[in-house]
């Protein structure tokens, strides 16, 4: 397995390890992948009021190119808007870290982390929309 | 960082000594060993030949006639099967083996399967072991061969040899065993276990890659195979093609080595083995040893550190040479079949990680290896999702995945 440089430097110094308050509402929450197949990936963005993303932390289970895919996607986000995160596909992924064939999945994964954590985050601001009276 | 080799079972360097053995018959000494006619083939055939006699005395074979040269223990284990079932099609047509075995024997059983022949797999404990009982009752009228590994390459366990030769001695069946793990490094006697048929590797031995032997026994009546390389008809006509003077000169010499050395070495080794063992179960957590504690390779060590990955965990101790029965390592992202079928849950075989120790291991290098480990874990563990849920209190396997 032959990884490239970019990979190595994320599994050696990954950004933005970490854990946000799940029950934060500007926080939002992707849980993906499963770990009998040997890849889970958590990822968490923190939303300002100008709906950009302020903070992004992640945690994954998974091989050195899955700790990379998921890692570049939270320098990646932080500091976008909410569409520009939405727009992020996992072909850049794949062709910033150089991954082979067989790991493609990983970076597939990483964008479906973050596509789950900007719809957990619309999903509890749109149940909060919900039960504030109309002024 | 200096580099450390802890994958003995996938290859080992060729000893300073093996190599030495082997020089002289690259270049003074290059004839042809079926050179008949000169002092250069003379010399050549009866460096072979002396090898012939190292290889035969180290699994205690009477003659060295019964030990035929090859590329590999792959070949050899392709001759065995391929061979007997062939030369033996009127007696039957059914063969038996494990579902622990190496590819070179499965994928062989299954093209013979697609040649009419039947073919049964037999399954193992939790602890990789194959029960000979399980062996008796596969055996039907039609069966020919019974292939069973002495050792398996990835958690280490020793099969029941011995048991199992004595069943097929009495029933008349053919007993082959893939020896190429477990030579040298645990007692293996063809004539005491009532082995046939016998495949041996010379690079995990610390001789070179590319030789290896079929042992066939020649207690009456004689085992035969038919061969599978046509040519020359080298090798008394059952093994074509010229034979790699070097390698087989170094094979013997190999043999010869872990023959005076082998049991105070595979003590040293075992020590090793289990000071590695005891230093990561008491630091770490939540860790389990696949295999069987008592029936392993002295070498031997596959360890699942829970919720952490396999490649992942290699690629952060990229100094040491490791492996893992992690699907993320394979090229089909299939986990390991032989911890499958140990029924290995698939989470804890993506947390595998094999240690293979060696002749050439120090204890320095144990400390480094177990200081490392340690240390990857405990950080990988920080990074990990399932960690956090543990450490919450939270069982993984509690969680309803998203199955992709």
């Known amino acids: 397995m032959l990884y490239s440089d970019k990979v190595i430097d994320h599994t050696d110094n990954p950004r933005n390890v970490g854990t946000l308050d799940v029950n934060d509402p500007n926080v939002g929450t992707g849980l993906v992948g499963n770990p009998a197949c040997g890849d889970v990936m958590r990822l968490q963005i923190r939303v300002d009021a100008e709906g950009r993303i302020a903070q992004a932390r992640f945690k994954t289970f998974g091989c050195g190119s899955a700790i990379a895919a998921s890692s570049l996607v939270t320098e990646w986000v932080t500091g976008k808007s909410l569409d520009e995160a939405s727009a992020l596909k996992n072909t850049a992924i794949a062709a910033e870290l150089n991954l082979p064939p067989v790991k493609l999945h990983c970076s597939v994964l990483a964008e479906q982390a973050i596509e789950e954590a900007i719809e957990d985050f619309l999903r509890k601001q749109a149940s909060l929309a919900e039960k504030v009276p109309a002024k | ?404």
């Not at chain 2, 003074?28 to 083939?41: L, P, T, V």
């Not at chain 2, 193992?124 to 596969?138: F, K, M, N, S």
């Open chain 2, 1 to 404: 960082m200096r580099r450390i080799y802890l994958d003995n079972h996938a290859t080992t360097p060729v000893d300073p000594r093996v190599l030495e053995a082997m020089l002289p018959f690259f270049s003074e000494q290059f004839g042809n060993a079926a050179s008949r006619s000169h002092s250069y083939g003379w010399d050549a055939n009866n460096a072979v030949e002396q090898a012939r006699v190292s290889v035969a005395k180290s699994i205690g074979a009477a003659s060295s006639h019964s030990i035929v040269f090859t590329s590999g223990a792959t070949e050899s284990n392709n001759l065995a099967l391929k061979g007997a079932l062939e030369y033996y099609g009127d007696k039957g047509n059914h063969v038996i083996t494990t579902a622990v075995e190496h590819k070179s024997v499965l994928d062989t059983v299954k093209r013979l399967g697609t040649r009419g022949c039947e073919v049964t797999v037999l399954g193992v404990d939790a602890l990789g072991r194959v029960d000979p009982e399980t062996v008796r009752q596969a055996l039907t009228d039609k069966t020919v061969l019974v292939s069973v590994m002495l050792a398996n390459n990835e958690v280490g366990t020793v099969q029941p040899i011995a048991e199992i030769g004595e069943i097929l001695h009495e029933r008349r069946v053919l007993f082959h065993v893939d020896a190429a793990q477990g030579l040298g490094k645990i007692d293996f006697d063809v004539e005491q276990m009532n082995v046939d048929l016998a495949s041996l590797s010379a690079h995990k031995v610390y001789g070179p890659k590319g030789c290896g032997a079929l042992y066939l026994s020649r207690k009456r009546p004689r085992v035969r195979v038919s061969p599978q390389l046509d040519g020359g008809g080298h090798e008394r006509g059952m093994r074509s093609g010229t034979l790699n003077v070097p390698a087989i000169v170094g094979f013997g010499r190999a043999c010869q080595l872990f023959s005076i050395e082998g049991l105070e070495e595979q003590t040293r080794i075992a020590r090793l083995r289990d000071t590695l063992q005891s230093r990561l179960l008491e630091a770490l957590p939540k860790v389990s040893v696949n295999g069987d504690p008592e029936h392993r390779l002295p070498g031997s060590l596959n360890m699942s550190f829970h919720h952490v990955e396999g490649e992942g965990l290699m690629l952060a101790l990229k100094d040491i040479a490791l492996s893992s029965g992690s699907a993320c390592t394979s090229a089909t992202l299939e986990p390991s079949y032989v911890l499958s079928a140990m029924g290995v849950d698939p989470t804890l075989a993506h947390s595998s990680i094999r240690f293979g120790i060696g002749r050439f291991n120090t204890e320095e290098e144990i400390d480094i290896v177990a200081e490392r480990v340690i240390s990857e874990v405990r950080r990988l563990r920080g990074m990990s999702p399932l960690w956090e849920m543990v450490e919450q209190g939270i069982d993984p396997a509690s969680i309803r995945w998203a199955t992709t």
